[in-house]
């Protein structure tokens, strides 16, 4: 756990690592130079439990430089990150380590996720995309955080090692950039249960639709497409690819220069491991992803939209359509109809 000016969003973190199901473990907490208590807080707590190891910094060096000094301290086979004002579920660390122990390919473990405000009230059920074609998770992270936020992954030390780690010149994408570093150096298991509460608040940047498009996290797609795929795109494009995944809608958009870059790059996508099928995956995953787009038109009232959009999930699923309607249907009814969901 990296924490800076946590404030009253700090003794509950701590308490839902220390309050875990698996009790056999080692916490190590990086203050980065606090000034409102917390390495005092954090301090005080580990003089209770030996378990916890505060290290210190004596000038604000940031998120990314703090928890590469965490990975660095650490010494299990597996390492557990833990944002400062979150809460883990209780049994989360026993579930991810005995999905690890179950796989040992894997080079990281990921949950699912749901959002709380300042209150502690859960303010957005979790997405659940990552359920969907999980052997794609990394062609979806070419144009999209689809693993979302990062306190409830555990990695294996010598995966995040090799991968080298967080950039900390990328902030505040950090996250997003080392998902696809760490997929090259082994692959992602997907626990497809809500284990994690990200809290949010108001104003936050992660909040906002600046973050959402900021430019350091499109040119880790701009990075990604052009490595996976030999594809060299202006930033205007990779936006509206990633306007297409996350049901984005932008007025005056080419629906169809959209598909036609979808489908290129679905020839050439070279993944970090061979998967069955990959080429049909690939355009079924498309496809779902116009239907999906199709639900977004529907609640703008666009008829026009709504067609195009769905002309073009058939022209990409192609005879495999009917399948690709029925899965389509069934993990929407799965979240209650809420298409935003299945991102």
Known sequence: MAAYNAGRFFAPAVESILGQTMADFEFIIVDDCSTDGTRGAAQSRARKDPRMKVVTNE?????????????????SEWIARMDADDISHPRRLERQLALAQSRPDAGFITTL??????????????????????????????????IAGGGQVMFRRDTIL???????TNRPSQD??????????????????????WRSSPGSITNSLRFRYADESLKVDQREIAASCGAEL?????TALRDFWTRFHCQ???????????????????PPRPVK?????????????????????????????????????????????????MRFVRELAAVGGNADRLT
């Not at 997003?176 to 509460?197: A, E, K, M, S």
């Not at 005056?252 to 036609?260: F, M, N, S, T």
């Open 113 to 146: 996720l749901e959002s709380i405000d300042t209150s502690g009230r859960r303010v957005a059920k979790a997405k659940h995309g990552l359920r969907i074609q999980p052997e794609l998770l990394p062609w979806f992270l070419l144009f999209y955080n689809r």
């Open 252 to 270: 005056g958009q080419d629906w169809d220069a959209v598909q036609r870059r979808l489908l290129s790059l679905a020839t050439r996508y070279r």
């Open 277 to 325: 099928n990959l080429r049909t995956q690939l355009r079924s995953s498309i496809s779902f992803g116009w239907l999906a787009n199709t639900i977004r038109a529907s609640r703008l009232r666009d008829v026009t939209l709504f067609c195009g959009h769905l002309r073009r999930a058939r022209e990409a699923a192609g005879a495999r359509f009917p399948l690709v309607w």
């Open 234 to 238: 202006p930033l205007e494009e990779v």
């Open 59 to 75: 000038q604000n060096l940031g998120v990314s430089t703090a928890l590469n000094r965490g990975i660095a301290e650490a010494r």
């Open 162 to 168: 090799a991968a080298g780690g967080y950039d900390i």
């Open 176 to 197: 997003r950039d080392l998902w696809p570093r760490l997929l090259r150096c082994g692959p992602c298991v997907v626990l497809p249960q809500v284990l994690y509460q």
